[in-house]
C-alpha cells in the first residue's frame, strides 16, 4: 500500500519560509517522478515543482515560484521535500505531492499553507 504524508505547512508571514515534507511508504521516490501541487478551494490545481527519478534527473517549477522554492529528495528518508523561501499571500494553498511509477499516480492528502501580508 502507497501512502504520501505531507507536512511542515502553517501560517507564515509574506517573506517567510516553510519546508513542506512528503514522507513515502509502499513507493520508492527516487524510481518515482515526484510533483508538488497546490489548490485554493474553486480554483484549477496548479504545478508547483516536479522532479523526475533519479535515472534523468529533470526539475521544473511553475513560473510563479521560480527562484523561490527548491524541490529535493533524501533518498535515504525516502522522502521529498519543497523548500519555500520568500512567501507572499499568493502562496495560500493546500499543498499536496504526487509521486508515480509504473503501477500509477499516488498522492497525499495535503497540507495547508496559508501567508499573511
Known amino acids: 500500500q502507497v501512502q504520501l504524508v505531507e507536512s511542515g505547512g502553517g501560517l507564515e508571514q509574506a517573506g517567510g519560509s516553510l519546508r513542506l515534507s512528503c514522507a513515502a511508504s509502499g513507493i520508492i521516490l527516487s524510481l518515482s517522478t515526484v510533483t508538488w501541487y497546490r489548490q ?10 516536479s522532479i523526475t527519478s533519479e535515472s534523468v534527473i529533470m526539475i521544473k517549477y511553475a513560473t510563479s515560484v521560480k ?22 499571500p499568493e502562496d495560500t494553498a493546500v499543498y499536496y505531492c504526487t509521486a508515480a511509477d509504473l503501477r500509477g499516480l499516488f498522492r497525499g492528502q495535503g497540507t495547508q499553507v496559508t501567508v499573511s501580508s
Do not use: C
Open 67 to 88: 527562484g523561490r522554492f527548491t524541490i529535493s529528495r533524501d533518498n535515504a528518508k525516502n522522502t521529498a521535500y519543497l523548500q519555500m523561501n520568500s512567501l507572499k
Open 40 to 49: 485554493v478551494p474553486g480554483n484549477k490545481r496548479e504545478l508547483v515543482a
